[in-house]
């Protein structure tokens, strides 16, 4: 299984960014997928996160800002970042389990497969 993550760079604070994660090794749509970060100095979190039908769950400091979606045609997962701030400011990871039709996402262990990681630099 790989995970290519892009789409990441530098923006003003307040603008949109788009995140894709191109999956390939196995059949996508039979499992979740997520996003993660990690900035400097901190631990890598759970961003957000999508089940094979559709359930998603957003981190509380990225509610109504960022929105998840995948498209199984295409193997991709992507992450629509809106309203941007400094404090987004991460490294950004896409992620997959090795389970398929589960959805545990609150389980750091349950998250088998990372990507490379993509930078976003949000500045003031």
């Known amino acids: 299984v790989q995970l290519q993550a892009s789409g990441g760079g530098l923006v003003q604070a307040g603008s949109s960014l788009r995140l894709s994660c191109a999956a390939s090794?196995?059949?996508?749509?039979?499992?979740?997928m997520g996003w993660f970060r990690q900035a400097p100095g901190k631990e890598r979190e759970l961003v957000t996160a999508?089940?094979?039908?559709?359930?998603?769950h957003y981190g509380d400091s990225v509610k109504g800002r960022f929105n998840i979606s995948r498209d199984n045609a295409k193997k991709t997962v992507f992450l629509e970042m809106n309203s941007l701030k400094p404090e987004d400011t991460a490294v950004y990871y896409c992620a997959a389990p090795s389970e398929p039709y589960t959805y545990y996402y609150d389980r750091r262990g349950w998250w088998t497969y990372w990507g490379q990681g993509t930078q976003v630099t949000v500045s003031s």
């Open positions: 090794g196995r059949t996508f749509s039979r499992y979740a």
């Open positions: 999508i089940s094979t039908i559709g359930t998603t």
